[in-house]
Structure formats: C-alpha cells, structure tokens
C-alpha cells in the first residue's frame, strides 16, 4: 500500500510544508497550519500541470503582433482613470479596503451604470440578502432590469446561473464568503479562495466577462488570503481612507493592462461614492493662518493636489520626547528632526513633535519634506507663515534642497489656486508665470527666508 502523503497548509499566507508546525515559518503565525485533504492535494498538483506545455514552441519577440485591448466604460471618470482607460473584457480585477470603506457600494452603483448603458451585470453577494441590496439600490438609485443579484455561496450554483444567461460584467461580493464543493475546507480558508480565484479566472478568460471581486483585507491592511490571490488577477485596487472621512482613495498596486500610478478620489455622499469632481480645496485651509502650518503640492499619478502640512512641538515632559506622524512616513520625520538639531541648533531632543496630513490622506513622495521642515520651525518659533506660499523640495540627509518631478505642474496648480509664492530648489530652467519663486539649495537658508 503506498505511503499517505500529507500536506499542511498556513491559512494565513499559504505557505505549505510536509510535516506540522506551531509556528508558520512564512509569516511567523501561531496555530494556523492545516492539513489539506487528498482532494485538495489533487487540486494543486491540477493547477501546477501545462496541458499546453508540450505544444508551446518559442517565438522571437520581433514576429509577436501587439495585442489590442477594447476597453468599455464604467461610466465613473475616476474608476476609470485607475484602470488605465476603462474595463477590459475578461479582465479579473481585485478591490479590497478596510469594512465600510465603500467597496460594495462603488461596485454596485458601477453595475448599475453598465446596466442602464445596455450591459447585462450580473452582482453575486455572499453576505447580505437580496432585501438588503435593494435598499442600498434605492438609496443609490441603481435600479435596472439588466443589473440581477443572486444571493448564493456555492461557486457550483454561480456558475449555473452564468451559464444560463450570457452576462458581460460579473460582480462577487466578497471571495471569501464564496464555496467550492471540491475541497472540503471552510469558505475563506486558503485553499479555497485560491481554488475560487483560479475557477473564475479562467470563466472570466473563456467568456470574456469582466469580473469584480471584493476582497476582505487583515489588521495589517493586506487581502487576506494567500498571495496567489494577487498573483492570479490581473488589477488590484486598494481602497484608502477612514469610514467617518468623507474623501476615499483607490490606488492601483498592480494593472496588467495599464499604469499603477494614478489615483482615484471618491467622495461619499447620500447617494453613495461618487468621483470627486472638485478637490482642489478639499485638502488644505487657505484662510486659517496659524503656527505650525505649512502648504505643499504633492502628485497623485498625473494629478497635482495641494495640502496642509500641520506640526505642533511643544516641550517634552520625559527623558524620551514623543514623535509621532499621521500621513507621513515616521522614519522620515526621524531624519528630519535629527538634521534640523544638526544643522539649525534647533534643540528638538527637548520637545515633542507631531506631524499631521490634513484631509487623512497619506504622502508617499518625499516632495513634502520642505513643507515638513517650514512647519516644525513655524511652531517651534511660534511664528506663522504667509498664506500665500508653498513648500516645494525633497530635503537631504546632508542638508541640501533637492529636485523634484514635475515640479512646473506643482507651480501651475499652486497658481491656479491662488498661491502667489513658492519656496524650491534651484532649477535652470522652470516654468515661472506669474507666481513668485525662491530658490534654496540648503536647509540653513530656509530659516534666513522665514
């Protein structure tokens, strides 16, 4: 009789092993390895096997035609913008963000907008019942007779209902409620979500249906589940931003059909996330000019948007005085207030410092470090700073005021918003109409300005 083999799996990361363990090597998790049954077993070893591998001959790159993508509308600018240009038949895009971001009510106004442009939607919820999407539907008036909701678990009966209606755009709600009666795990569990992602990528390929799929994240902000799950998608989309917060951001970390750079601004309103038409104001507080207080202009993809950069140092009461940072990278606050102690003589290791992004948006770029610097010296000084200026430069290790990019579109959207100054680095060449700019090369030379 041959010998059984076992497999265990980690539900948290799906890291697989031969024998047992307390502890997941991968992901360092306690009690989350699992043996697999020999069904699933059978179901990996399908899914490693090329059917095609012995068909498959070697091109030269030169003799390969270009494959063109017929996008179609979502009919929401900001959707499509973080898509690349629209919706690409047979495309398998992942969206995941924190419970109650919006995510199911983003991709049900979306199925409603398909539905009513003569696309057949078809909107898979595995978490609530049919009556309860009909009153966010009311509320977000999405009705349409060729938006259908099915309330169903089973991945088999999905299917059916796939194939008795030729539907275009397919909506699930979420992976992780959904089952597969070929494996004998829970819903959720890794194999099954894989086992999932894999059946309906390949019905999304075959069909050329476009299929959505909402994803839970963990409490360290990832999709949870196995990383193949981003493997297998071709985009994934994280929703940014706080349920109490009216703004939400959905930026692209993977698009095989177009660039990750470009960020969607949502806003939620009674009638449910819309695309935030205008934002240019949304995100800073011209008329409230006090201490601590700084404007930057950082880059979203192609879009500039302006923000307030706000600091408050007060007087520390302990040996280890607090720094803490809301929007902003902690580690790079860190250097900065060591180079203002080295470089300024500021005495900062006496005080604490807190830094905070207005609007809860977080920066990512290191444009806003002048910005950064403008508003720990205004409130160390207690001295404002004029509501006409922007903050515009990435600020060094040794002290000296570096270049950033598209800094002629940062000035352009600083000007058109009222902003008559600007603090940069030094440029030959600039685009400098009708906004005042002052150039720095070194961090000294910025408090000779203040």
């Given at each position: 009789?041959?010998?059984?083999?076992s497999?265990?799996?980690?539900?948290?990361?799906?890291?697989?092993?031969?024998?047992?363990?307390?502890?997941?090597?991968?992901?360092?998790?306690?009690?989350?390895?699992?043996?697999?049954?020999?069904?699933?077993?059978?179901?990996?070893?399908?899914?490693?096997?090329n059917?095609?591998?012995?068909?498959?001959?070697?091109?030269?790159?030169?003799?390969?035609?270009?494959?063109?993508y017929?996008?179609?509308?979502?009919y929401?600018?900001?959707?499509?913008?973080?898509?690349?240009?629209?919706?690409?038949?047979?495309?398998?895009?992942?969206?995941?963000?924190?419970?109650?971001?919006?995510?199911?009510?983003?991709?049900?106004?979306?199925?409603?907008?398909?539905?009513?442009?003569?696309?057949?939607?078809?909107?898979?919820?595995?978490?609530?019942?049919?009556?309860?999407?009909?009153?966010?539907?009311?509320?977000?008036?999405?009705?349409?007779?060729?938006?259908?909701?099915?309330?169903?678990?089973?991945?088999?009966?999905?299917?059916?209902?796939?194939?008795?209606?030729?539907?275009?755009?397919?909506?699930?709600?979420?992976?992780?409620?959904?089952?597969?009666?070929?494996?004998?795990?829970?819903?959720?569990?890794?194999s099954?979500?894989?086992?999932?992602t894999?059946?309906?990528?390949?019905?999304?390929?075959?069909?050329?249906?476009?299929?959505?799929?909402?994803?839970?994240?963990?409490?360290?902000?990832?999709?949870?589940?196995?990383?193949?799950?981003?493997?297998?998608?071709?985009?994934?989309?994280?929703?940014?931003?706080?349920?109490?917060r009216?703004?939400?951001l959905?930026?692209?970390f993977?698009?095989?059909?177009g660039?990750?750079?470009?960020?969607g601004?949502?806003?939620?309103?009674?009638?449910?996330?819309?695309?935030?038409?205008?934002?240019?104001?949304?995100?800073?507080?011209?008329?409230?000019?006090?201490?601590?207080?700084?404007?930057?202009v950082?880059?979203?993809?192609?879009?500039?948007?302006?923000?307030?950069?706000?600091?408050?140092?007060?007087?520390?009461s302990?040996?280890?005085?607090?720094?803490?940072?809301?929007?902003?990278?902690?580690?790079?606050?860190?250097?900065?207030?060591?180079?203002?102690?080295?470089?300024?003589?500021l005495?900062?290791?006496?005080?604490?410092?807190?830094?905070?992004?207005?609007?809860?948006i977080?920066?990512?770029?290191?444009?806003?470090?002048?910005?950064?610097?403008?508003?720990?010296?205004?409130?160390?000084?207690?001295?404002?700073?004029?509501?006409?200026?922007?903050?515009?430069?990435?600020?060094?290790?040794?002290?000296?005021?570096?270049?950033?990019?598209?800094?002629?579109?940062?000035?352009?959207?600083?000007?058109?918003?009222?902003?008559?100054?600007?603090?940069?680095?030094?440029?030959?060449?600039?685009?400098?109409?009708?906004?005042?700019?002052?150039?720095?090369?070194?961090?000294?030379?910025?408090?000779?300005?203040?």
């Open positions: 009789m041959a010998k059984k083999r497999l265990f799996e980690c539900q948290a990361c799906g890291f697989q092993s031969a024998k047992w363990m307390g502890k997941c090597p991968n992901c360092e998790a306690w009690d989350q390895m699992i043996e697999l049954s020999s069904k699933e077993i059978e179901f990996l070893k399908e899914i490693e096997k059917p095609n591998s012995s068909q498959a001959k070697a091109m030269p790159i030169t003799k390969i035609d270009e494959e063109h017929d996008r179609f509308s979502s929401d600018s900001e959707l499509d913008l973080v898509l690349g240009g629209g919706i690409v038949p047979g495309s398998l895009t992942l969206i995941g963000g924190s419970p109650g971001v919006g995510k199911s009510t983003l991709l049900l106004k979306i199925g409603s907008n398909l539905a009513k442009n003569g696309k057949k939607v078809l909107y898979v919820s595995g978490e609530e019942s049919l009556g309860q999407i009909k009153i966010r539907a009311n509320r977000l008036e999405a009705n349409d007779e060729n938006l259908f909701l099915l309330s169903e678990i089973d991945l088999g009966q999905v299917f059916v209902e796939l194939s008795s209606n030729e539907y275009e755009v397919l909506i699930v709600d979420s992976i992780q409620t959904l089952y597969s009666n070929s494996i004998n795990s829970a819903p959720g569990s890794v099954q979500v894989r086992e999932i894999f059946e309906l990528m390949r019905y999304s390929k075959d069909k050329s249906v476009a299929t959505f799929i909402i994803g839970h994240i963990t409490k360290e902000g990832s999709i949870a589940g196995p990383r193949v799950l981003e493997h297998m998608v071709d985009t994934v989309l994280y929703f940014e931003g706080e349920a109490n009216e703004l939400r959905l930026r692209g993977k698009n095989r059909f660039s990750t750079s470009e960020v601004i949502f806003e939620m309103t009674q009638k449910g996330l819309v695309s935030a038409t205008e934002i240019s104001k949304k995100f800073f507080n011209q008329s409230n000019n006090q201490p601590g207080s700084a404007i930057t950082v880059m979203e993809g192609s879009r500039p948007i302006i923000l307030e950069v706000q600091a408050l140092v007060s007087e520390s302990s040996n280890i005085p607090k720094r803490s940072a809301t929007g902003y990278e902690q580690n790079r606050l860190t250097m900065l207030l060591a180079l203002l102690e080295r470089k300024l003589d005495p900062l290791n006496h005080y604490d410092v807190f830094i905070n992004i207005a609007g809860g977080k920066i990512s770029e290191t444009a806003a470090d002048l910005a950064i610097v403008a508003a720990i010296i205004s409130s160390f000084k207690n001295r404002t700073i004029s509501k006409e200026s922007v903050f515009i430069g990435e600020v060094s290790l040794i002290g000296d005021i570096r270049d950033v990019y598209h800094l002629d579109t940062r000035l352009k959207e600083a000007k058109t918003q009222g902003f008559s100054k600007a603090i940069i680095p030094k440029k030959p060449k600039l685009w400098k109409d009708a906004i005042k700019c002052y150039e720095v090369d070194e961090v000294e030379k910025l408090i000779e300005w203040m």
